[in-house]
């Protein structure tokens, strides 16, 4: 066996994929794990006390790097069942998520609202995730 045989070689790195790596190394708010998420009562929809130190992380990587964007994920349930009642409290949970994060100083134009009403995936159903991504 060749030394060249014995090292392994590493592949180049392009441009493209040193940019897909960095992306991919930009912490998580909050974790290493995953988006920060705020959980709710099942009928609330003002901002949990405890939410201010969740979203901390979130507002110091905004503030940081104007080229990030948040996202706002919103769940629901609801004990009667109805589809516009889910959707309609989602969407007042990311709003009142989106407005701390504009009072701490987030533009409104880096951050998007989705409200998913009871379309939830796993995990708590009453809770809004912030997910931080660049574009």
Same mark, same amino acid.
């Given at each position: 066996?060749?030394? +060249?045989?014995?090292?392994?070689? *590493?592949?180049?790195?392009?441009?493209?994929?040193?940019?897909? *790596?960095?992306?991919?190394?930009?912490?998580?708010?909050?974790?290493?794990?995953?988006?920060?998420?705020?959980?709710?009562?099942?009928?609330?929809?003002?901002?949990?006390?405890?939410?201010?130190t969740?979203?901390?992380?979130?507002?110091?990587?905004?503030?940081?790097?104007?080229?990030?964007?948040?996202q706002?994920?919103?769940y629901?349930?609801s +004990?009667d069942? !109805?589809?516009?009642?889910?959707?309609?409290?989602?969407?007042?949970? +990311? #709003? !009142?998520?989106?407005?701390?994060?504009?009072?701490?100083?987030?533009?409104?134009?880096?951050? *998007?609202?989705?409200? #998913?009403?009871?379309?939830?995936?796993?995990?708590?159903?009453?809770?809004?995730?912030?997910?931080? *991504?660049?574009?």
């Amino acid at each position: 066996m060749t030394p +060249a045989e014995a090292t392994p070689t *590493e592949p180049e790195q392009t441009a493209e994929t040193a940019q897909s *790596e960095q992306v991919a190394a930009l912490p998580e708010p909050g974790s290493d794990t995953g988006p920060v998420s705020i959980a709710f009562g099942m009928e609330e929809t003002g901002l949990p006390s405890s939410a201010a130190t969740a979203l901390t992380p979130v507002v110091e990587q905004m503030k940081s790097d104007t080229e990030l964007r948040v996202q706002l994920l919103a769940y629901a349930s609801s +004990a009667d069942g !109805s589809a516009s009642s889910v959707r309609r409290k989602s969407l007042s949970r +990311a #709003l !009142s998520v989106r407005k701390f994060l504009m009072d701490q100083g987030v533009q409104s134009t880096r951050i *998007e609202v989705r409200a #998913l009403g009871d379309q939830n995936e796993g995990g708590a159903p009453d809770r809004v995730d912030a997910v931080v *991504e660049r574009r």
